[in-house]
């Protein structure tokens, strides 16, 4: 066994020598043909699109998902001795604001803003997510937005009231 792999190699040695003999290591090999050069760019651009269209999509749900929590947060601060009267719940519209800002404070990779009107809580975000792969078209980062807006509904057994 070791005898035909012995003679195989040596063959393949030898032919792989007066291949290569005479020819300028310089010059001779490695070359890369237009085609491929524009083939292969245009395959990291491909990949970057595919990871970047990623890290675009998580910057979206992020915003989204922080946008809803911070609208919800500030939605919490009720007038509390209307709602204990039975007179209906009623957001606080100052108080309402301070937390969800204060919500949206603690999330660094996302800013946003948040107004009150008529009792409704909304929160606009942005987030931003650095790329990988687009940095090489000049696009450094993707960002995202989300929007919320919650409403004090007083309900009985599922039934706006």
């Excluded at 990871?51 to 947060?73: L, M, N």
């Excluded at 969800?100 to 997510?129: F, H, I, W």
């Excluded at 090489?136 to 004090?152: A, F, H, K």
Aim: some cysteine; aromatic content about 8%; charged content about 20%.
């Amino acid at each position: 066994m070791g005898r035909i792999w012995c003679s195989t190699w040596r063959r393949v040695s030898r032919w792989w020598h007066e291949r290569t003999a005479g020819q300028d290591m310089e010059s001779g090999g490695g070359e890369i043909t237009v085609f491929w050069a524009v083939v292969g760019f245009a395959m990291i651009i491909v990949a970057g699109f595919v990871v970047d269209g990623g890290a675009q999509i998580r910057a979206v749900q992020r915003a989204q998902f922080v946008a809803g929590e911070a609208a919800r947060y500030g939605a919490q601060e009720v007038v509390g001795p209307a709602a204990v009267r039975g007179e209906g719940a009623v957001v606080d519209p100052e108080a309402a604001q301070a937390a969800a800002e204060y919500y949206l404070e603690r999330m660094p990779d996302v800013d946003g803003t948040v107004t009150v009107v008529d009792g409704q809580v909304v929160v606009n975000t942005t987030c931003s997510k650095q790329t990988m792969f687009l940095g090489i078209i000049g696009r450094s980062q993707v960002s995202g937005t989300g929007y919320s807006e919650v409403d004090l509904v007083r309900a009985a057994q599922g039934v706006a009231r």
